[in-house]
């Protein structure tokens, strides 16, 4: 079948276009669109790919192209087809919850914000779109209590002067307007300052409400201006929350994304520079953040949306950054400008973005569901038989004359097994030879196991090793002397010490950091494998130097951790002349670890 398709694949146009893919039912289980159709579909039906392409193209049975005139025409074509067919093996955006609009009608006596599923040019007043319907109904609430407005089932002027105000009147959340005082211009007067706030003008309004009371004082209304004072401090208030209020047409939106036990794609709508609104896709899929991926996301999700900003920041620069722009430049009906930005503030912004990404990952999912993911996705990029539940680690420390150790740490589905972590005193080495210590070590955990130990149950469905090609080969062939065949890699660390990658006993290197908790969990292995291995070590030193030393009369601990800050070994202490030893304890001390050794050296030679 894939001859098949390649032999068909190899006779397409080297044009701009869509292509189609389809399954064994005729069904559309995937569309994309290309510089040039005839290279990019044979791609597909050549080489290896990454799980999710593979699993895509087992299923293609047969394909179907659009030729288009131009890169921006298979743009809009690519958007259309997908709205159309929602095809599995697309990222699709989850779009049916719709993005809410505050409407006001001025043309009304007494104008009302509500929430509206659209933006109909009727006459009225559209400020949004806005994450949700929850989200669109705090916004009006807050602007209610900052500006006193009724959120009652009142209506005015019809209702005016029928009852006695309601409870929220006597709380001070309203201002009454159910009574004979305020008048029709202050209500709409209100409501035009809210207007202003949806529109990002905060600080105009504050402005232009600072100068009104300055007015009433000046002529001695002093009630008014105390009033007018305290609405400046709730709108200031207001303000200082950056409460999650956007504007249809928002300065910049800074784009997102992460990849975790799902993968999350966020909008951060900035307005003056200050955060105005978010908006988070989640996405079950463990999509790949590259530069298709993004466009495709911004594409639908301003399509959706319904609105789209002056500036756009992306993480990665997209090849069709051109395209992108003519198309939400055409839907938005002015221009927009696309920006992928390397330093300053509008960097920070893009940072904030991938954070709050990050952040509604670990909020929407489980920490066991994380660790699982997170291993599915270890198990598909070193292309493991089976799950990693259970994952062992080796490291080998030496000091000096205290000889070597190796620690081996156990992580079972992710999470540290501390009762099978193992320890190692290499044996029969007269000096440091890291690649023959790692064997010992491997040698003997797999030896237990073969001897029936139980305490070395099961063996490890993967196996890292400290240390580069060398290191990872060495444990192969410890395993493979045994007659065992396990998936060994080596923990690759970069000039800062921190893991870089993972490695095969053939060489072939696997980069990590573009999947943060895959890296993650790796190098907490590695760390907590090091940290084993050199505690051991000190643990060893310490009982090495407390039994020798604290058998000198006058040697307590302070000065036994004296001699070994400064001499760094027992072999150093026995060496040294009397003078050498009373510089760093009293002379009669000295003398005593003086006499100890020769005594001791004495009795040896006898």
């Given at each position: ?9 190899n006779?397409l146009?080297l044009?701009p ?9 005729g069904?559309v289980i995937?569309v ?5 159709l005839k290279n990019?579909?044979v791609?597909y039906?050549?080489?290896e ?9 087992d299923k293609?049975r047969d394909?179907n192209?659009?030729v288009a005139?131009?890169e921006?025409?298979a743009?809009?074509l ?5 709205k ?14 719709g993005?809410?609009f505050i409407r006001?009608?001025m043309?009304s006596?007494?104008p009302?914000m509500?929430v509206?599923?659209?933006?109909p040019?009727d006459g009225?007043?559209?400020f949004?779109p806005?994450g949700?319907?929850?989200?669109t109904r ?6 209610r209590r900052?500006?006193l407005?009724?959120?009652?089932a009142?209506?005015?002027p019809?209702?005016i002067?029928?009852e ?6 006597q709380?001070g959340?309203?201002?009454?307007w159910?009574?004979?005082g ?7 007067s209100?409501?035009?300052q809210?207007?202003?706030i ?9 402005e232009d409400?600072?100068?009104?009371m300055?007015?009433a004082?000046?002529?001695l209304r ?13 709108v200031?208030?207001?303000?200082h929350?950056?409460r999650?209020?956007s504007t249809a047409?928002s300065?910049?939106d800074?784009?997102g994304?992460?990849?975790?036990a ?6 951060l709508?900035f307005?003056?520079g200050?955060l105005?609104g978010?908006d988070?896709?989640?996405l079950d899929?463990p999509i790949?953040?590259?530069?298709e991926?993004?466009?495709k996301?911004?594409r ?10 002056k500036h756009?920041l992306?993480?990665i ?6 395209e992108?722009e003519t198309?939400l ?6 221009k927009?400008v696309?920006?992928?930005?390397k ?7 893009i940072e904030s973005?991938?954070?709050?990404a990050?952040?509604?990952?670990l909020?929407?999912?489980?920490q066991?569901q994380r660790r699982?993911?997170t291993?599915e996705w270890?198990?598909k990029a ?5 799950f990693?539940h259970?994952?062992e680690a080796?490291?080998v ?10 620690a081996?740490?156990v992580h ?5 097994l ?10 029969g080495?007269?000096?440091?030879d ?7 070590a491997?040698a003997?955990r797999?030896?237990r196991?073969?001897?029936g130990?139980?305490k ?14 060398e ?6 062939r410890?395993?493979?002397?045994l007659?065992l065949s396990l ?6 660390k970069?000039?800062r010490h ?8 053939d060489g072939r290197?696997?980069?990590?950091a573009?999947?943060q908790?895959v890296?993650?969990l790796v190098g ?6 090091h940290?084993?291995?050199v505690?051991?070590q000190?643990?060893l030193?310490?009982?090495s ?5 604290e058998?000198?009369?006058g ?13 760094k070994?027992v072999r150093?202490?026995?060496g040294?002349?009397i003078e050498?030893?009373?510089s760093v304890v009293?002379k009669?001390?000295a003398?005593?670890?003086?006499s ?5 050296k ?5």
């Open positions: 079948m894939l001859d098949t398709l390649l032999e068909k694949a006779n146009p044009l276009g869509v292509y189609i893919m389809l399954d064994a039912k069904e995937y994309g669109k290309a510089k040039r990019r579909v791609s039906f050549r080489g790919h990454p799980p999710k392409v593979a699993a895509m193209v293609v394909f192209v659009i005139d131009s921006f025409e743009l809009v690519e958007n259309s087809l997908i159309r067919h929602r095809p599995h093996y697309n990222i699709l955006l989850k779009d049916d919850k993005y809410p006001v009608d043309k006596a007494y009302q509500t509206s599923r659209s933006a040019k009225a007043s559209y949004g806005f949700g319907r929850y989200q705090e916004i009006i609430d807050v602007i900052t500006l407005l009724p959120d009652c009142r209506k005015f019809r209702d002067g029928k006695r105000p309601c409870l929220k009147y709380m959340s309203c201002a009454g159910c009574l004979e305020p008048t029709q211009e202050d209500y709409r209100r409501i035009e809210a207007a202003l949806l529109e990002g003008r905060s600080a105009e309004l504050i409400l600072r100068s009104e300055e007015r004082a000046g002529e002093f009630e008014q201006a105390a009033a007018l004072r305290d609405r400046i401090r709730a200031e208030a207001l303000s929350r950056q999650v209020i047409f300065d910049t800074a784009i994304f992460c990849r975790g799902k993968s999350c794609f966020t909008v709508h307005r003056g200050d105005s978010k988070a896709e989640m899929e790949e953040e590259d530069a991926a993004i466009s996301l911004v639908q999700y301003y399509a959706t949306r319904g609105a789209v900003p756009i992306l993480p620069e997209c090849d069709d950054r051109e992108l198309f430049s055409e839907n938005s009906g002015r927009t696309i920006e992928v930005p330093r300053g503030e509008r960097l920070r912004l973005a991938a954070v709050n990050r952040e509604e990952i909020r929407r999912t489980t066991a699982s993911k291993l270890l198990q070193l292309d493991l038989e089976g990693p259970r994952i080796f490291d420390s030496n000091l000096g004359d205290m000889g070597i150790v190796a081996m740490t079972a589905d992710g999470r540290p501390k009762r099978d972590y193992r320890k190692f005193r290499i044996r080495l007269e000096r440091p890291d690649y023959a210590s790692m064997y010992q491997v003997r797999l030896q196991y073969l001897d130990d139980e070395f149950f099961p063996l490890p469905d993967l196996l890292l090793i400290d240390g580069g090609r290191h990872a080969a060495t444990a192969r410890a395993a493979e002397d007659g998936s060994i890699f080596g923990m690759v970069d000039g921190r893991t870089r990658a993972l490695v095969t006993p290197e696997i980069g990590i573009g999947n908790a890296f993650s907490n292995i590695q760390e907590e494998t940290r084993c291995a505690e051991y000190r643990s030193r310490d009982e130097y407390g039994s020798t030393l058998r000198i009369p040697v307590g601990k302070k000065r036994r951790e004296d001699l070994i800050s400064h001499f070994s150093a202490i026995r040294a002349s050498e030893l009373a009293p009669n001390t003398e005593a670890v003086w100890y050794f020769r005594r001791d004495e009795e040896q030679e006898e």
